[in-house]
Protein backbone atom coordinates (compact mmCIF):
# COMPACT_ATOMS: atom_id res chain seq x y z
CA UNK A 1 0.00 0.00 0.00
CA UNK A 2 1.42 3.60 -0.99
CA UNK A 3 1.25 6.82 0.88
CA UNK A 4 2.32 9.81 -1.24
CA UNK A 5 3.01 12.67 1.31
CA UNK A 6 3.46 15.83 0.04
CA UNK A 7 5.23 18.53 1.84
CA UNK A 8 6.63 15.48 3.95
CA UNK A 9 10.10 16.61 4.69
CA UNK A 10 8.34 19.98 5.84
CA UNK A 11 8.52 20.83 9.73
CA UNK A 12 5.70 19.01 10.98
CA UNK A 13 5.03 15.93 8.40
CA UNK A 14 8.49 14.91 9.31
CA UNK A 15 7.29 13.64 13.02
CA UNK A 16 4.84 11.98 11.43
CA UNK A 17 6.62 9.96 8.88
CA UNK A 18 9.28 8.81 11.68
CA UNK A 19 6.36 7.83 13.82
CA UNK A 20 5.44 5.75 10.62
CA UNK A 21 8.80 4.07 10.55
CA UNK A 22 8.66 3.51 14.07
CA UNK A 23 5.57 1.69 15.01
CA UNK A 24 5.72 -0.56 11.93
CA UNK A 25 2.64 0.71 8.78
CA UNK A 26 0.10 -0.82 6.75
CA UNK A 27 2.18 1.25 4.20
CA UNK A 28 4.94 -0.33 2.22
CA UNK A 29 5.49 2.27 0.22
CA UNK A 30 6.06 5.96 1.23
CA UNK A 31 6.82 8.96 -1.00
CA UNK A 32 7.98 11.97 0.53
CA UNK A 33 7.53 15.15 -2.18
CA UNK A 34 8.39 19.04 -2.62
CA UNK A 35 9.70 21.35 -4.48
CA UNK A 36 13.28 20.53 -2.62
CA UNK A 37 14.59 17.02 -3.81
CA UNK A 38 18.22 18.01 -2.23
CA UNK A 39 16.04 18.39 1.54
CA UNK A 40 14.12 15.19 0.62
CA UNK A 41 17.13 12.64 -0.67
CA UNK A 42 18.85 14.04 2.93
CA UNK A 43 15.73 13.53 5.03
CA UNK A 44 15.55 9.96 3.14
CA UNK A 45 18.78 8.78 3.90
CA UNK A 46 18.11 10.16 7.78
CA UNK A 47 15.32 8.26 7.61
CA UNK A 48 17.68 5.29 7.24
CA UNK A 49 14.06 3.40 5.80
CA UNK A 50 13.75 0.87 3.05
CA UNK A 51 9.60 1.98 2.55
CA UNK A 52 10.31 5.49 2.02
CA UNK A 53 11.29 7.77 -1.23
CA UNK A 54 11.98 10.64 -2.38
CA UNK A 55 9.91 12.42 -5.41
CA UNK A 56 10.29 16.49 -6.64
CA UNK A 57 7.18 18.01 -7.14
CA UNK A 58 5.46 21.40 -7.60
CA UNK A 59 1.75 20.94 -6.29
CA UNK A 60 0.96 23.73 -8.74
CA UNK A 61 1.82 21.92 -11.61
CA UNK A 62 -1.52 19.81 -11.61
CA UNK A 63 -0.03 17.58 -14.16
CA UNK A 64 2.60 16.62 -12.01
CA UNK A 65 0.62 15.91 -9.24
CA UNK A 66 -1.64 13.68 -10.90
CA UNK A 67 1.05 11.69 -12.35
CA UNK A 68 2.74 11.51 -8.49
CA UNK A 69 -0.63 10.21 -6.99
CA UNK A 70 -2.02 8.34 -10.08
CA UNK A 71 -0.89 4.88 -8.59
CA UNK A 72 -1.05 5.79 -4.54
CA UNK A 73 -3.54 4.96 -2.23
CA UNK A 74 -3.88 7.51 0.17
CA UNK A 75 -2.42 11.68 -0.32
CA UNK A 76 -1.24 13.37 2.66
CA UNK A 77 -0.94 16.80 2.27
CA UNK A 78 1.27 18.63 4.62
CA UNK A 79 1.84 21.56 2.42
CA UNK A 80 0.97 25.31 3.04
CA UNK A 81 -0.36 27.54 3.10
CA UNK A 82 -3.22 25.92 2.43
CA UNK A 83 -5.74 28.86 1.71
CA UNK A 84 -3.32 28.84 -1.21
CA UNK A 85 -2.79 25.34 -2.38
CA UNK A 86 -5.37 22.88 -0.83
CA UNK A 87 -7.88 23.74 -3.46
CA UNK A 88 -6.05 22.41 -6.52
CA UNK A 89 -4.41 19.70 -4.61
CA UNK A 90 -7.96 17.92 -3.35
CA UNK A 91 -9.61 18.47 -6.94
CA UNK A 92 -6.26 16.93 -8.74
CA UNK A 93 -6.78 14.19 -6.02
CA UNK A 94 -10.06 13.47 -6.71
CA UNK A 95 -9.65 13.57 -10.46
CA UNK A 96 -7.12 10.77 -9.18
CA UNK A 97 -9.57 8.90 -7.60
CA UNK A 98 -7.80 8.71 -3.98
CA UNK A 99 -8.63 9.07 -0.32
CA UNK A 100 -7.03 12.36 1.58
CA UNK A 101 -5.89 13.98 4.51
CA UNK A 102 -4.67 16.93 5.80
CA UNK A 103 -3.77 19.10 8.63
CA UNK A 104 -4.99 21.93 7.04
CA UNK A 105 -5.58 24.91 10.07
CA UNK A 106 -6.74 27.35 7.52
CA UNK A 107 -10.10 28.80 8.07
CA UNK A 108 -10.40 30.87 4.75
CA UNK A 109 -9.22 27.39 2.73
CA UNK A 110 -12.43 25.50 4.87
CA UNK A 111 -14.48 28.04 3.25
CA UNK A 112 -13.25 28.00 -0.35
CA UNK A 113 -13.17 24.12 -0.13
CA UNK A 114 -17.09 23.47 1.42
CA UNK A 115 -18.66 26.27 -0.64
CA UNK A 116 -17.55 24.87 -3.82
CA UNK A 117 -18.73 22.10 -5.99
CA UNK A 118 -15.65 19.29 -4.41
CA UNK A 119 -17.48 17.77 -1.79
CA UNK A 120 -20.15 16.95 -4.14
CA UNK A 121 -17.41 15.68 -6.70
CA UNK A 122 -15.85 13.36 -3.98
CA UNK A 123 -19.16 11.79 -2.68
CA UNK A 124 -20.13 10.92 -6.07
CA UNK A 125 -16.27 9.16 -6.83
CA UNK A 126 -16.46 7.51 -3.61
CA UNK A 127 -13.44 8.99 -1.72
CA UNK A 128 -12.90 9.81 1.68
CA UNK A 129 -11.47 12.93 2.07
CA UNK A 130 -10.25 14.33 5.52
CA UNK A 131 -9.29 18.12 5.81
CA UNK A 132 -7.87 19.34 9.39
CA UNK A 133 -6.45 16.53 11.29
CA UNK A 134 -3.35 18.06 12.85
CA UNK A 135 -2.67 19.22 16.56
CA UNK A 136 -5.63 22.05 16.17
CA UNK A 137 -7.82 21.44 14.34
CA UNK A 138 -7.23 18.14 14.78
CA UNK A 139 -6.41 16.26 17.77
CA UNK A 140 -8.23 19.33 19.90
CA UNK A 141 -11.37 18.48 18.45
CA UNK A 142 -11.32 15.10 18.44
CA UNK A 143 -10.59 15.25 22.47
CA UNK A 144 -13.59 17.70 22.32
CA UNK A 145 -15.64 14.89 20.76
CA UNK A 146 -14.16 12.39 22.84
CA UNK A 147 -15.35 14.68 26.16
CA UNK A 148 -19.42 14.95 24.66
CA UNK A 149 -19.19 10.94 23.47
CA UNK A 150 -17.93 10.20 27.51
CA UNK A 151 -19.20 12.86 29.63
CA UNK A 152 -21.98 15.35 27.88
CA UNK A 153 -25.78 14.90 26.55
CA UNK A 154 -25.65 18.33 25.26
CA UNK A 155 -22.71 21.27 24.86
CA UNK A 156 -23.50 25.02 24.82
CA UNK A 157 -20.51 26.08 25.14
CA UNK A 158 -16.99 24.88 23.40
CA UNK A 159 -13.08 27.32 24.36
CA UNK A 160 -10.48 26.10 22.46
CA UNK A 161 -7.14 27.04 23.45
CA UNK A 162 -3.72 26.86 22.86
CA UNK A 163 -0.08 28.76 23.50
CA UNK A 164 2.93 28.07 21.27
CA UNK A 165 6.77 28.64 22.11
CA UNK A 166 8.08 31.11 20.01
CA UNK A 167 11.38 28.84 19.42
CA UNK A 168 9.25 26.29 18.04
CA UNK A 169 9.99 25.44 14.04
CA UNK A 170 7.93 27.33 11.13
CA UNK A 171 9.20 29.73 8.17
CA UNK A 172 7.48 32.79 6.09
CA UNK A 173 4.46 30.54 5.44
CA UNK A 174 3.92 30.51 9.73
CA UNK A 175 4.42 34.26 10.24
CA UNK A 176 1.95 34.79 7.45
CA UNK A 177 -0.53 32.94 8.84
CA UNK A 178 0.12 34.33 12.59
CA UNK A 179 -0.75 37.51 10.92
CA UNK A 180 -3.41 35.94 8.92
CA UNK A 181 -5.05 34.49 11.98
CA UNK A 182 -5.02 38.07 14.32
CA UNK A 183 -6.64 40.26 11.63
CA UNK A 184 -9.86 38.55 12.04
CA UNK A 185 -11.01 36.35 14.23
CA UNK A 186 -14.52 34.91 13.75
CA UNK A 187 -16.18 33.17 17.06
CA UNK A 188 -20.21 32.24 17.95
CA UNK A 189 -21.82 33.93 20.38
CA UNK A 190 -24.92 33.40 21.37
CA UNK A 191 -25.63 30.72 17.99
CA UNK A 192 -24.21 34.02 15.45
CA UNK A 193 -21.31 34.07 13.67
CA UNK A 194 -19.20 37.28 14.81
CA UNK A 195 -16.16 38.87 13.58
CA UNK A 196 -13.57 40.46 15.88
CA UNK A 197 -10.11 41.71 15.44
CA UNK A 198 -7.75 39.58 17.93
CA UNK A 199 -6.65 41.56 21.39
CA UNK A 200 -9.45 43.63 21.44
CA UNK A 201 -10.47 41.26 24.47
CA UNK A 202 -8.22 39.15 26.27
CA UNK A 203 -9.09 36.74 29.26
CA UNK A 204 -6.60 34.71 31.72
CA UNK A 205 -6.15 31.35 31.13
CA UNK A 206 -4.65 28.55 33.28
CA UNK A 207 -2.86 26.37 30.39
CA UNK A 208 -1.67 24.29 33.88
CA UNK A 209 2.12 22.74 33.44
CA UNK A 210 4.92 24.15 32.55
CA UNK A 211 2.75 27.05 30.64
CA UNK A 212 0.72 28.11 33.75
CA UNK A 213 -1.75 30.84 33.54
CA UNK A 214 -1.69 33.55 31.10
CA UNK A 215 -3.43 35.84 28.74
CA UNK A 216 -5.44 34.61 25.82
CA UNK A 217 -7.05 36.57 22.69
CA UNK A 218 -9.29 34.72 20.38
CA UNK A 219 -7.70 34.37 16.82
CA UNK A 220 -8.95 33.73 13.93
CA UNK A 221 -8.83 29.79 13.59
CA UNK A 222 -10.77 26.88 11.54
CA UNK A 223 -12.68 25.50 14.56
CA UNK A 224 -15.14 27.52 14.91
CA UNK A 225 -16.09 26.11 11.52
CA UNK A 226 -15.54 22.70 11.64
CA UNK A 227 -16.56 21.64 14.98
CA UNK A 228 -20.03 23.12 14.24
CA UNK A 229 -20.18 20.45 11.20
CA UNK A 230 -20.40 17.98 14.37
CA UNK A 231 -22.21 19.96 16.86
CA UNK A 232 -24.26 22.34 15.31
CA UNK A 233 -26.25 23.32 18.40
CA UNK A 234 -23.38 24.46 20.52
CA UNK A 235 -24.28 28.46 21.27
CA UNK A 236 -21.11 30.19 22.13
CA UNK A 237 -17.97 28.59 20.43
CA UNK A 238 -14.00 30.34 20.05
CA UNK A 239 -10.50 30.19 19.62
CA UNK A 240 -8.01 32.07 22.37
CA UNK A 241 -4.34 31.93 22.13
CA UNK A 242 -1.42 33.20 23.86
CA UNK A 243 2.67 32.85 22.60
CA UNK A 244 5.46 32.29 24.72
CA UNK A 245 7.65 34.10 25.97
CA UNK A 246 4.87 37.20 26.85
CA UNK A 247 6.94 39.50 25.10
CA UNK A 248 6.26 37.56 21.99
CA UNK A 249 2.53 38.08 22.53
CA UNK A 250 2.64 41.64 23.58
CA UNK A 251 4.68 42.36 20.17
CA UNK A 252 1.61 40.65 18.09
CA UNK A 253 -0.57 42.81 20.27
CA UNK A 254 1.23 45.57 19.58
CA UNK A 255 1.54 44.65 15.65
CA UNK A 256 -2.15 44.39 15.72
CA UNK A 257 -3.31 47.78 17.10
CA UNK A 258 -1.35 49.26 15.08
CA UNK A 259 -3.52 48.21 12.09
CA UNK A 260 -0.56 46.53 10.72
CA UNK A 261 -2.22 43.53 9.93
CA UNK A 262 -4.33 45.01 7.18
CA UNK A 263 -4.03 43.91 3.33
CA UNK A 264 -5.59 46.93 2.44
CA UNK A 265 -2.60 48.84 -0.12
CA UNK A 266 -0.64 52.48 1.20
CA UNK A 267 0.73 54.23 -1.54
CA UNK A 268 4.64 54.81 0.66
CA UNK A 269 7.09 57.42 -1.70
CA UNK A 270 5.44 56.11 -4.81
CA UNK A 271 5.13 52.01 -4.53
CA UNK A 272 2.06 50.44 -3.15
CA UNK A 273 2.38 48.38 -0.26
CA UNK A 274 -0.01 46.65 2.71
CA UNK A 275 0.76 47.17 5.94
CA UNK A 276 0.17 43.29 6.20
CA UNK A 277 3.16 43.09 3.60
CA UNK A 278 5.39 45.52 5.31
CA UNK A 279 5.26 43.74 8.97
CA UNK A 280 5.64 40.59 6.85
CA UNK A 281 8.80 41.87 5.25
CA UNK A 282 10.13 42.97 9.06
CA UNK A 283 9.64 39.54 10.91
CA UNK A 284 11.45 37.41 8.46
CA UNK A 285 14.22 39.91 8.53
CA UNK A 286 14.07 39.85 11.95
CA UNK A 287 13.94 36.38 11.90
CA UNK A 288 16.46 35.60 9.31
CA UNK A 289 19.17 37.22 12.17
CA UNK A 290 18.61 34.18 14.41
CA UNK A 291 21.26 31.27 14.42
CA UNK A 292 19.33 28.37 12.34
CA UNK A 293 18.07 25.63 14.84
CA UNK A 294 20.08 22.29 13.96
CA UNK A 295 18.59 18.62 14.52
CA UNK A 296 20.13 18.70 18.00
CA UNK A 297 18.98 21.78 18.69
CA UNK A 298 15.74 20.76 17.84
CA UNK A 299 15.96 17.66 20.04
CA UNK A 300 17.13 19.56 23.07
CA UNK A 301 14.31 22.02 22.16
CA UNK A 302 11.89 19.19 22.53
CA UNK A 303 13.12 17.94 25.59
CA UNK A 304 10.90 20.31 27.31
CA UNK A 305 7.10 21.36 26.73
CA UNK A 306 6.91 24.00 23.61
CA UNK A 307 2.78 23.73 23.20
CA UNK A 308 -0.01 23.56 25.19
CA UNK A 309 -4.04 23.63 24.35
CA UNK A 310 -6.83 23.32 26.15
CA UNK A 311 -10.42 22.80 25.16
CA UNK A 312 -13.10 23.78 27.76
CA UNK A 313 -16.87 22.72 27.21
CA UNK A 314 -19.71 23.86 29.32
CA UNK A 315 -23.15 21.56 28.81
CA UNK A 316 -25.55 19.35 30.27
CA UNK A 317 -25.74 15.74 31.31
CA UNK A 318 -29.01 14.22 32.82
CA UNK A 319 -30.63 17.67 33.43
CA UNK A 320 -27.22 18.94 35.33
CA UNK A 321 -24.61 21.24 34.30
CA UNK A 322 -21.55 19.97 33.31
CA UNK A 323 -17.90 21.44 32.71
CA UNK A 324 -14.69 19.76 31.06
CA UNK A 325 -11.39 20.69 30.68
CA UNK A 326 -9.09 18.26 28.54
CA UNK A 327 -5.35 19.77 28.97
CA UNK A 328 -2.88 18.71 27.01
CA UNK A 329 1.24 19.62 27.15
CA UNK A 330 3.74 18.85 24.48
CA UNK A 331 5.67 19.78 21.28
CA UNK A 332 3.68 20.64 18.22
CA UNK A 333 5.48 18.70 15.10
CA UNK A 334 4.60 15.92 16.45
CA UNK A 335 1.37 16.80 17.98
CA UNK A 336 0.82 17.71 14.39
CA UNK A 337 1.85 15.03 12.15
CA UNK A 338 0.90 11.73 14.33
CA UNK A 339 -2.56 12.73 14.16
CA UNK A 340 -2.67 12.97 10.50
CA UNK A 341 -0.51 9.46 10.67
CA UNK A 342 -2.92 7.60 12.20
CA UNK A 343 -5.62 9.45 10.20
CA UNK A 344 -3.85 7.84 6.84
CA UNK A 345 -3.49 4.55 8.02
CA UNK A 346 -7.33 4.32 8.81
CA UNK A 347 -8.37 5.16 5.66
CA UNK A 348 -5.37 2.82 3.90
CA UNK A 349 -7.68 0.74 6.01
CA UNK A 350 -10.63 1.64 5.17
CA UNK A 351 -11.77 2.27 8.75
CA UNK A 352 -13.81 5.46 7.77
CA UNK A 353 -17.45 4.72 6.25
CA UNK A 354 -18.48 8.37 5.18
CA UNK A 355 -17.93 9.38 1.82
CA UNK A 356 -16.88 13.09 0.38
CA UNK A 357 -14.79 15.88 1.67
CA UNK A 358 -15.52 16.20 5.70
CA UNK A 359 -14.08 17.70 8.67
CA UNK A 360 -12.31 15.81 11.08
CA UNK A 361 -14.99 15.76 13.98
CA UNK A 362 -16.93 13.93 11.07
CA UNK A 363 -14.70 11.59 10.03
CA UNK A 364 -13.61 10.19 13.65
CA UNK A 365 -16.21 8.12 15.15
CA UNK A 366 -14.55 6.71 18.01
CA UNK A 367 -12.70 9.46 19.18
CA UNK A 368 -11.66 8.40 23.05
CA UNK A 369 -9.90 5.38 20.67
CA UNK A 370 -8.48 8.07 18.59
CA UNK A 371 -7.23 10.16 21.48
CA UNK A 372 -5.80 7.23 23.64
CA UNK A 373 -4.03 5.71 20.19
CA UNK A 374 -2.45 8.99 19.29
CA UNK A 375 -1.10 9.24 22.95
CA UNK A 376 0.48 5.83 23.24
CA UNK A 377 2.15 6.72 19.83
CA UNK A 378 3.79 10.44 20.76
CA UNK A 379 4.88 9.07 24.08
CA UNK A 380 6.56 5.29 21.93
CA UNK A 381 8.56 8.15 19.91
CA UNK A 382 9.54 9.62 23.09
CA UNK A 383 7.99 13.18 23.35
CA UNK A 384 5.93 14.67 25.85
CA UNK A 385 2.58 14.20 25.36
CA UNK A 386 0.48 14.97 28.64
CA UNK A 387 -3.18 15.03 28.85
CA UNK A 388 -4.68 15.96 32.01
CA UNK A 389 -8.83 15.76 32.47
CA UNK A 390 -11.03 17.96 34.66
CA UNK A 391 -14.60 17.28 34.94
CA UNK A 392 -17.39 19.58 37.12
CA UNK A 393 -20.95 19.03 38.05
CA UNK A 394 -22.53 22.09 38.76
CA UNK A 395 -25.56 20.71 40.86
CA UNK A 396 -28.94 20.44 39.64
CA UNK A 397 -30.51 23.09 37.35
N1 LIG B 1 -3.56 21.71 12.14
C1 LIG B 1 -2.50 22.00 12.88
O1 LIG B 1 -2.51 21.79 14.08
C2 LIG B 1 -1.25 22.60 12.27
C3 LIG B 1 -0.12 22.76 13.10
C4 LIG B 1 1.05 23.28 12.54
C5 LIG B 1 1.09 23.64 11.19
N2 LIG B 1 -0.03 23.51 10.42
C6 LIG B 1 -0.03 23.92 8.99
O2 LIG B 1 0.74 22.99 8.28
C7 LIG B 1 1.34 23.60 7.15
C8 LIG B 1 2.81 23.16 7.06
O3 LIG B 1 3.51 23.66 8.19
P1 LIG B 1 5.08 23.39 8.39
O4 LIG B 1 5.47 24.10 9.64
O5 LIG B 1 5.37 21.93 8.25
O6 LIG B 1 5.65 24.20 7.12
P2 LIG B 1 6.99 23.94 6.32
O7 LIG B 1 8.08 23.48 7.20
O8 LIG B 1 7.18 25.17 5.49
O9 LIG B 1 6.60 22.69 5.35
C9 LIG B 1 5.83 22.84 4.21
C10 LIG B 1 6.24 21.77 3.21
O10 LIG B 1 5.47 21.95 2.01
C11 LIG B 1 6.36 21.99 0.91
N3 LIG B 1 5.78 22.88 -0.11
C12 LIG B 1 5.42 24.18 0.03
N4 LIG B 1 4.97 24.64 -1.16
C13 LIG B 1 5.03 23.61 -2.04
C14 LIG B 1 4.73 23.47 -3.41
N5 LIG B 1 4.25 24.49 -4.14
N6 LIG B 1 4.92 22.27 -3.99
C15 LIG B 1 5.40 21.23 -3.28
N7 LIG B 1 5.73 21.30 -1.99
C16 LIG B 1 5.55 22.48 -1.36
C17 LIG B 1 7.67 22.51 1.46
O11 LIG B 1 8.80 22.09 0.72
P3 LIG B 1 9.48 22.96 -0.45
O12 LIG B 1 9.48 24.38 -0.01
O13 LIG B 1 10.81 22.32 -0.59
O14 LIG B 1 8.64 22.74 -1.68
C18 LIG B 1 7.70 21.82 2.81
O15 LIG B 1 8.18 20.48 2.68
C19 LIG B 1 1.17 25.10 7.33
O16 LIG B 1 0.18 25.56 6.43
C20 LIG B 1 0.70 25.25 8.75
O17 LIG B 1 -0.18 26.35 8.90
C21 LIG B 1 -1.19 22.95 10.94
Redesign the pocket.
Known sequence: MKLVV????????LYGIRNLISQGSIFDEVVI????IE?NRKVIEELNSPIVKAAQ????DKKALYELIKDCDVVAN?????HL?AYDIIETTIEAGKDYID????IDAFYQIFNSDLPKRAEEKGLTMIM?L?????FLSVLGCSAHQRYFDSMDELIFYFATDERE???P??LA?VLECIHNAPYIEDGELLTEPSFRREWEFDFGDSFGQRKVTRIGHPEVFTFPRYAPNVKNLSVRFSLEPLSAYEGFKKISLAGLTSEQELVVKGTKISPRDFILSVLVAQKSLKKQMTDEDLKKLFEEVTACAAVEIHGKKDGKDISYIGRVAGN??P??AVPLIVGAEMLGKKEIAKKGIMVVEEAIEDAPSFVNETLRRIREDGYIMRLNEEYTVRGDC
Do not use: E
Open positions: LGGAGSQASSRNRVDVSCTGPYLFCDDGGASPGPGGAVHMPLT
